[in-house]
């Protein structure tokens, strides 16, 4: 029902991200998964299919480990086309980091109109020799011409070429950008348009994760279908603050009107009124008398000399009756119900 909701409310936009989110639960489960590149290292992997620049989530989809429909070899390719089926022959841009892209994936994604760009791990199957074997620029032969982009760094940092499958750009495009040095001055170095692409549309899925995390609804617990529940709490008020920072003609509010703002006022409009305390008003009424009785209950703190602050505990069985409180037979009953104007015999 979420994942509906969330398609049928936000019209994607041309840029669109997929990736990993990360569900954290460190209990025993069969599903949990350890990455110790994210944040959450440990927990229920998610596959997340984002807009690029809001971070509104389109499609999600929880990987159920050795019971996933989808296991086995080629796992990065069926979760991109299955977080894409919605998007055939409507020209969007899918970003996708190496483990999912692949050659056969970005082919059949063109196939049914939909244009993909990403990083790719140098052996995949479909690249030629030259980037498959990459022994020949280490020995210091030259490279071919279709890879003339590329950068050779010395000291401390290793040189390393990264690779970027791209079937929404010309990879042998002009494009530029500046990068500022330790002495403080800009220079403007070469980028293709594939990186550029990449660099500017690829963290959709973080930027989800990032409003996500910011005062997060749940409470710890055992149960991990209660983690899982309250993740999908935390995804749908993002996703409706993105759809209302977005809306046109919206009630106004304060000018910098955060996720927090947000979270507090659906909590006023849930809570409204109630109140889990009730209080005890006094019965005001003339016509019935105030009588010091035995009530028929335990001893109870008399109520008068509790507001007195008196230090000695002073308890009692008598009290008003009319009232419905506990007061000392003495001075204390007729002290009260004069203080508040109350006829008393």
């Known amino acids: 029902m979420v994942d509906h909701t969330f398609k049928d409310h936000y019209k994607p936009k041309q840029n669109q991200t997929v990736d990993v989110a990360m569900v954290k639960y460190k209990g025993r489960f069969s599903i949990k998964q350890y990455m110790p590149g994210k944040p959450i290292k440990r927990g229920m992997k998610v596959w997340m299919r984002s807009d690029s620049t809001s971070g509104y989530c389109h499609q999600f989809n929880v990987y159920m480990?050795?019971?996933?429909?989808?296991?086995?070899?080629?796992?990065?390719?069926?979760v991109v086309k299955l977080l894409c089926k919605d998007l055939k022959w409507k020209g969007h841009h899918i970003y996708m980091n190496r483990?999912?892209?692949?050659?056969?994936?970005?082919?059949?994604l063109e196939r049914n109109g939909i244009y993909g760009c990403g990083t790719i791990k140098c052996k995949s199957i479909g690249l030629p020799d030259d980037i498959?074997?990459?022994?020949?620029?280490?020995e210091g032969r030259a490279l071919p011409a279709r890879m003339e982009i590329w950068?050779?760094?010395?000291?401390?940092?290793?040189?390393?070429?990264?690779?970027?499958?791209?079937?929404?750009?010309?990879?042998?495009?002009?494009?530029?950008?500046?990068?500022?040095?330790?002495?403080?001055?800009?220079?403007?170095?070469?980028?293709p348009p594939p990186v550029e692409g990449y660099h500017n549309y690829m963290g959709g899925v973080d930027r989800n994760n990032q409003l996500s995390a910011k005062t997060p609804v749940g409470?710890?617990?055992?149960?991990?279908?209660?983690?899982?529940?309250?993740?999908?709490?935390?995804?749908?008020?993002?996703?409706?603050?993105?759809v209302l920072s977005e809306s046109v003609g919206y009630?106004?509010?304060?000018?910098?009107?955060s996720l927090l703002d947000f979270r507090i006022e659906i909590e006023k409009q849930l809570t409204g009124n109630f109140t889990k305390r009730t209080k005890k008003t006094v019965n005001k009424q003339p016509n019935k008398d105030h009588v010091s009785v035995r009530l028929n209950r335990?001893?109870?703190?008399c109520k008068w000399c509790t507001k007195q602050g008196d230090k000695k505990r002073k308890e009692t069985v008598y009290g008003c009756i009319n009232c419905n409180i506990h007061l000392c037979k003495e001075s204390c009953f007729g002290q009260y119900h004069e203080e508040h104007g109350l006829p008393f015999n």
């Open 99 to 108: 483990y999912f892209a692949s050659v056969p994936l970005l082919r059949c």
């Open 219 to 242: 409470r710890p617990a055992k149960k991990w279908w209660k983690y899982l529940f309250f993740y999908m709490i935390n995804l749908c008020i993002t996703n409706a603050y993105i």
């Open 132 to 138: 498959t074997d990459p022994r020949g620029w280490r």
């Open 251 to 257: 009630p106004p509010r304060k000018k910098r009107y």
């Open 151 to 191: 950068q050779q760094l010395y000291g401390k940092i290793r040189k390393k070429l990264v690779h970027f499958l791209s079937t929404n750009s010309n990879p042998t495009g002009e494009g530029s950008t500046f990068r500022r040095e330790k002495n403080g001055n800009r220079v403007e170095i070469d980028r």
């Open 298 to 301: 335990n001893k109870r703190r």
């Open 65 to 78: 480990g050795k019971d996933d429909p989808n296991k086995g070899p080629k796992l990065g390719g069926k």
